[in-house]
């Protein structure tokens, strides 16, 4: 049985859930408190970090990674597209996402960020999903009209977008349809952690 190691309030952790929930399987999730986290998680995962999944003797970490695992090890229903050619712009859409949404997430996850910091990282997530947010206007979901793996990817964000006081502008209204099409997944309502829930109400 798969094992995965979540933080309660991970963003990361949160993706991972999504899509064990998305693929109805046994599994077993291990909640980690990120502030006193247990000492085998850094012989785990060198950079000491959640999620974690373990099944049998692989260990893996990083969440994309974990996710693209779980698909290719339980393909029904399938989440990264079937055609390399869509697989390979799938993965360049996930890639963007860490490097321009994902990576200012960290500063604002960090307890050590300053208010600075968190601002403008608040700034070029707020640009950058308002730029992402025409898209919706034409498709359902990132990649057309089928859900998939970066639509996970992003779901967690979005979530997250008042508990991080992220303000978005009304160009971006057919982002926040789009991400209530997302909340609105059974896989995803099962993923969240009581933590989770409370940062909306």
Known sequence: MMILYSGITCPFSHRCRFVLYEKGMDFEIKDVDIFNKP?????????????VLVERDLILHESNIINEYIDERFPHPQLMPGDPVQR??????????????????????????TSK??????????????????????????MGDDFSMID????????????????????????LKYAERLFQREAFIEALTPAEKAMRR
């Open 39 to 51: 000492e085998d998680l850094a012989v785990m995962n060198p950079y000491n970090q959640v999620p």
């Open 88 to 113: 390979g712009r799938g993965r360049l859409v996930l890639y963007r996402l860490e490097r321009e949404l994902f990576s200012h997430v960290q500063a604002l996850e960090a307890p050590e960020s």
């Open 117 to 142: 910091e968190q601002a403008k990282a608040r700034e070029a997530i707020s640009q950058g999903l308002t730029m992402l947010a025409p898209a919706f206007s034409k498709h359902k979901y990132i």
């Open 152 to 175: 996970v990817a992003i779901a967690p964000l979005l979530w997250r977008l008042d508990h991080y006081d992220i303000k978005l502008g009304k160009n971006a209204a057919p982002l």
